[in-house]
């Protein structure tokens, strides 16, 4: 049985920073592909960042790229992900992903890619 559970959001002010956390189970969490999602109220849902199963290859949607930090420690099977400098726009409800291939291809962000999700944490940036 997969579980993926993600933790560490909550509320803070603009500025301010918070480091997200993923811990999946019931997977061979050393091959295979994670990445983040998040869906900001009244928005689709968006994937933004995947890192490969060792954490050589890091991506980003550009726009993310500075204030987004996607890691990955196999030893403890955790997904993190450090975002800075944070918005009132980055108000989301961020979700962990799990894939079944150990490298993120061309089309990342399809959420098709990604048969296990988390519950989702709710991160609430106040200005």
């Known amino acids: 049985q997969v579980q993926v559970v993600e933790s560490g959001g909550g509320l803070v002010q603009a500025g301010g920073s918070l480091t997200l956390s993923c811990t999946v189970s019931g997977l061979t969490f050393d091959r295979t592909a994670m990445g983040w999602f998040r869906q900001a109220p009244g928005k689709e849902r968006e994937g933004f960042s995947c890192i490969n199963w060792n954490g050589v290859s890091k991506y980003y949607l550009d726009r993310m790229k500075g204030r987004f930090t996607i890691s990955r420690n196999n030893a403890e099977s955790t997904m993190y992900l450090q975002i800075a400098s944070l918005r009132p726009e980055d108000t989301a409800m961020y979700y962990c992903?799990?894939?079944?291939?150990?490298?993120?291809?061309?089309?990342?962000?399809?959420?098709?890619?990604?048969?296990?999700w988390g519950q989702g944490t709710e991160v609430t940036v106040s200005s």
């Open positions: 992903v799990a894939s079944q291939s150990s490298e993120c291809g061309g089309k990342r962000y399809f959420p098709s890619n990604y048969p296990y």
